[in-house]
Every structure is written in structure tokens, then in C-alpha cells.
């Protein structure tokens, strides 16, 4: 490991122990709630089927320095790689049901160049100042109950699925 990947593994205070343990017991969950919404008939068994990994790889940790923010001692953005891990069929799965949610938020811009394209076409008053604003740590700020309740709000608002699949 080198110094870079060290000194940003301290300030994750991350140990390898403490992601081990939670590895095992979120797997366990997982199972467990696949297994209850099956037997809720939310779930097709062949869906469950799908979602649980029988030999999963583990999760892999690493950072991605932000070299734009410093060139000779960059912070590092955390990665969790899950490719054949047990979440990466759960992934796909939500990806796939949740993804049609997005045609109905307005205020989603998917990148730069819609965000160029939506200035261009806006006829901006004179006494209007247009700024910029970037949020730190954007996704890791939302609490997990709020970013939870927005996602229930947009799945009972927009009723792409019975009642049962938005709890």
C-alpha cells in the first residue's frame, strides 16, 4: 500500500476487521430481506434467485486521488468497488426499477453539456446575477432516512409499481 493510499485509509478510519464484520452481517440482511419480500409475493423467487451471489468477491476499498485539488498531495475520493460482489445483481436490480423515476424530477441536470445547453437556451434578465455553488460530499451529506423518504415520495408520486414495492 503505498503512503498516499495509507495516510487516506486513516482518514477513512478504516480496519480491515471493522469491514469484514460489516461485510458478513450486511450480506446476512441482504438475505434475509430477499428471502421476507419473496415470501411477501413482492418478488418473483426467480428475481430472488437472481439477487443472491452464491460465491461473491469482496467489495474492494481504494481511493481516487482528486488531483484536481492538489498536484503533490492529493485528497482521495473513496471508491467501493462491488463488481461480483453480493450487492452488484441488488445494483443492476434497483438501477433498472428506479432509473424510469428520473424522467419526472425536474430539477435533475444529467451533465455538463445539458447544463450548457439549458444556459444557452435561457434569456436571462438584466438585473439577474447568474453563480455556481459545489457541494462537498454531496451523496455522503444526505442522511440515509432523508435520501429514503425522498425516494419513497417520487415512487408514490409517479406509481410506476403497486403499492407494496414503494415500502
Not at 503512503?3 to 486513516?10: A, E, P, Q, T, V
Not at 436490480?93 to 424522467?103: D, I, V
Not at 432523508?146 to 415500502?167: D, R
Amino acid at each position: 500500500m503505498s503512503k498516499w493510499d495509507s495516510d487516506n485509509c486513516l482518514t477513512l478510519n478504516v480496519t480491515c476487521t471493522w469491514v469484514s464484520i460489516l461485510h458478513i452481517d450486511v450480506k446476512r440482511r441482504l438475505m434475509h430481506f430477499l428471502t421476507q419480500q419473496w415470501k411477501k409475493v413482492l418478488f418473483p423467487f426467480k428475481t430472488v434467485q437472481h439477487l443472491k451471489v452464491k460465491d461473491p468477491s469482496k467489495q474492494i476499498l481504494y481511493l481516487l486521488p482528486k488531483i484536481h485539488k492538489s498536484i503533490t498531495d492529493p485528497p482521495g475520493r473513496p471508491i467501493v468497488s462491488g463488481n461480483g460482489s453480493f450487492t452488484e445483481p441488488l445494483s443492476v436490480f434497483l438501477t433498472q426499477h428506479l432509473k424510469p423515476l428520473l424522467g419526472h424530477v425536474r430539477a435533475r441536470i444529467q451533465d455538463t453539456t445539458e447544463f450548457l445547453k439549458i444556459i444557452e437556451e435561457t434569456q436571462l434578465e438584466p438585473e439577474w446575477l447568474m453563480c455556481t455553488l459545489d457541494v462537498k460530499s454531496l451523496y455522503t451529506s444526505i442522511p440515509h432516512w432523508a435520501g429514503l423518504q425522498a425516494l419513497q415520495h417520487w415512487l408514490n408520486k409517479v406509481e410506476l409499481y403497486p403499492s407494496g414495492f414503494n415500502t
